[in-house]
């Protein structure tokens, strides 16, 4: 489990479907 903030997705292309990424807008959390 890995949680980073402010990072670019561009890092994670190498984990193709095994990442999950996340917004957190005005208190709200939505899966993107």
Do not use: I, P
């Amino acid at each position: 489990q890995v949680w980073l903030t402010g990072t670019d997705r561009l890092l994670f292309d190498e984990l193709g479907g095994r990442a999950r990424y996340y917004r957190v807008e005005n208190s709200k959390v939505t899966e993107e």
